[in-house]
């Protein structure tokens, strides 16, 4: 790591840009932040029409050179794939346009390529449209890793909020779990003394309280709602900036997620699962959950089980090995929850019948 890195305080994007007709100025962003000739395009087998070959056709119209790659999983294989094109073509920077895996590939692929990235998120469906993590499947183990910044994310309100609603109510679970990641963090901190920012607990907790208040304004097919969202996710991001880590937006709910993707043979979005994390795991801290459940419910996210398309039984044994996820990170599962707490809980919440 360069000396420049290792004095970071903290990374964030130069330009946010949340709008209507945004995929049009993505040629006027490059150049305003002078990236270059040659762009690599990263995008998703959907989202491709929706929004890859606007861009595309947007930056050759400004006399770039632009090659697009569809990559469909956020895995490492992929990202070394999208590396070695970068290489061939001297790609000056990369863009990932679309959904969760095609920004986190681009990510990860452009920090380690060393060139600048642009995130143009096609749905709000999680924070990760902002953040300077990434998400990457190795081995069949999804891990969270420390990436760069995107230098300008763009959000195009007209194109997310044509995206399946599931998808923005989605991102709007994982805005509330701030909820319960922000309790984890001050639990850990007063019995561990693991680093705390007030800072990026009081944005990130800000944040999530706002969209629990805005919560009967979140409808389909509305830019005022998307403008919400995508404000929120930017927030959260920002949160998980200031802390150098993950911390502010991600706690035991997001263990149970990810747990739920290692057991559930087919399991939901990550921003579907953290909302229902988020009710059990408030139910543990003996915080108001039914608050919880009930904003989800307003918004149009699931908040059973049943809604998830997840068995009862992948959900308790989730909650049973949720604590080994990331043995690490101190939560309110401590060592762990035994099988009848574990019935307990999702019981007494709703989440299994
Ligand atoms: N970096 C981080 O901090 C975080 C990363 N993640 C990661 O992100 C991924 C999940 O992302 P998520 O976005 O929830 O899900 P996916 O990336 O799996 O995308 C879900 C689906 O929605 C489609 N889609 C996206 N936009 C539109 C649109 N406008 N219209 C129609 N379909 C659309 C995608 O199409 P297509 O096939 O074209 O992509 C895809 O099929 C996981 O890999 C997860 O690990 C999650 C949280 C945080
Ligand atoms: O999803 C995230 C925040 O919302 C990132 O968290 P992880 O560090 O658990 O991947
Ligand atoms: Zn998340």
Not at 124 to 137: L, M, Q
Request: hydrophobic share 45%; proline share 3%.
């Amino acid at each position: 790591m360069n000396e420049l890195k290792s004095n970071k305080w903290m990374q964030l994007p130069r330009d946010v840009l949340v709008g209507s007709d945004m995929l049009g100025k993505v040629a006027d962003v490059c150049s305003d932040l002078q990236l270059g000739r040659n762009a690599l395009i990263v995008t998703g087998q959907k989202t491709r029409g929706i929004a890859g070959i606007k861009v595309a056709e947007e930056l050759e119209e400004t006399g770039r050179i632009v090659q697009i790659h569809v990559s469909s999983s956020a895995s490492m294989e992929e990202v070394e794939n999208v590396m070695e094109i970068a290489r061939e073509m001297d790609t000056d920077f990369l863009l990932g346009v679309g959904s969760g895996k095609s920004i986190d590939v681009a990510k990860l692929a452009a920090t380690r390529h060393n060139v600048p990235f642009l995130s143009i998120p096609t749905a709000a469906s999680h924070d990760g449209i902002v953040s300077s993590r990434a998400s990457i499947t190795h081995n069949g183990e999804t891990t969270s890793i420390q990436a760069s910044a995107p230098m300008a994310v763009i959000a195009d309100t007209e194109v997310i909020a044509k995206a399946p609603f599931r998808l923005l109510a989605a991102g709007c679970g994982d805005i509330i779990s701030n909820c319960t990641a922000v309790l984890d963090w001050q639990l850990a901190h007063r019995l561990q003394n693991v680093t705390f920012s007030e800072y990026a607990a009081a944005l990130a907790s800000m944040t999530a309280n706002i969209l629990i208040e805005s919560a009967d304004s979140i409808k389909p097919e509305l830019e005022s709602s998307v403008r919400i969202v995508v404000k929120a996710l930017v927030s959260s991001g920002v949160a998980m900036s200031i802390a150098g880590s993950s911390r502010p937006a991600s706690g035991s709910e997001h263990m149970f997620s990810h747990a739920l993707n290692r057991i559930a043979p087919n399991p939901a979005l990550h921003g579907e699962q953290c909302g229902i994390g988020t009710i059990l795991m408030m139910y543990l801290h003996g915080g108001d959950w039914k608050e919880i459940r009930d904003a989800l419910r307003i918004i149009g996210a699931p908040t059973t089980a049943h809604e998830l398309g997840i068995e009862d039984k992948y959900i308790l044994q989730a909650l049973v090995e949720s604590h080994k996820i990331r043995p690490e990170r101190y939560t309110i599962l401590g060592t762990g929850i035994t099988p009848d707490a574990a019935e307990v809980v999702a019981r007494t919440t709703g989440v299994i019948s």
